[in-house]
């Protein structure tokens, strides 16, 4: 059973940092792109970043270019999105996803395995 589990989120000032997790269990993930999602109450689930198999090309939406950084760690299978700068607009819960290939990752339709998501609040 393929599980991916969140872990990171929280309350933080604006301007604060917090780092997120994502381990994946239950398969092995080569050649699979990891990718970050996020959905704010009453907003549809938006892309993040996405990193592709093994880690060297990255993808980030606007929003967050030069704010986070998206890794992984292939012998721990676990992601990692390092969030900094952040912003009351940033609150949200925070997906992981998983799917094969590299092709189209903004796109949520895509990706085949999910967490449950973390939740990171940002107050200002």
């Known amino acids: 059973q393929v599980q991916l589990v969140e872990s990171g989120g929280g309350l933080v000032q604006a301007g604060g940092s917090l780092r997120l997790s994502c381990a994946a269990s239950?398969?092995?993930?080569?050649?699979?792109?990891k990718g970050w999602f996020r959905q704010a109450p009453g907003k549809e689930r938006e892309f993040v970043a996405a990193i592709a198999w093994p880690g060297t090309v990255t993808t980030y939406a606007d929003s967050v270019k030069g704010r986070f950084t998206i890794s992984r760690d292939n012998a721990k299978n676990t992601a990692y999105l390092e969030m900094n700068s952040l912003k009351p607009e940033d609150t949200a819960s925070y997906y992981c996803?998983?799917?094969?290939?590299?092709?189209?990752?903004?796109?949520?339709?895509?990706?085949?395995?999910w967490g449950q998501g973390t939740q990171v609040t940002v107050s200002s």
């Open positions: 239950g398969r092995t993930f080569i050649g699979y792109t």
């Open positions: 996803a998983a799917r094969y290939g590299s092709s189209q990752p903004r796109i949520p339709n895509g990706y085949t395995y």
